[in-house]
């Protein structure tokens, strides 16, 4: 079986009163991806917003290693983010659920 290393953060964010551009804009103006990447390890991600505006809000990110997520969890400038974001959310969001990439799924 062919498995990258890197892995992937799934975060759920559910927005309070169905304010899907309240959180969108704090992620921007917060600068969340720019800072996730400055700690280091981040490939890509992105803030995906449900068509229908009901359930969650779906975080996506790459993570070189599962480590480098661990050291953004930890971050003290992504703890220091947190009040903001809890403010916009009706339930507080915790880590994201990490998964292994797969690239191979023929056998």
Known sequence: MNRDSHVHSVLYLYPKNGDYES???FMRTERVTELSQENGGLLASSINVPMSREGPIVVLAKWNSASDYQRWL???VREGLR???SALLERESAAGQLFSIH???RG
């Open 103 to 105: 690239n191979e799924l």
């Open 83 to 85: 009040p903001g974001l």
């Open 74 to 76: 930890s971050n003290p």
């Open 23 to 25: 959180v969108v804009e």
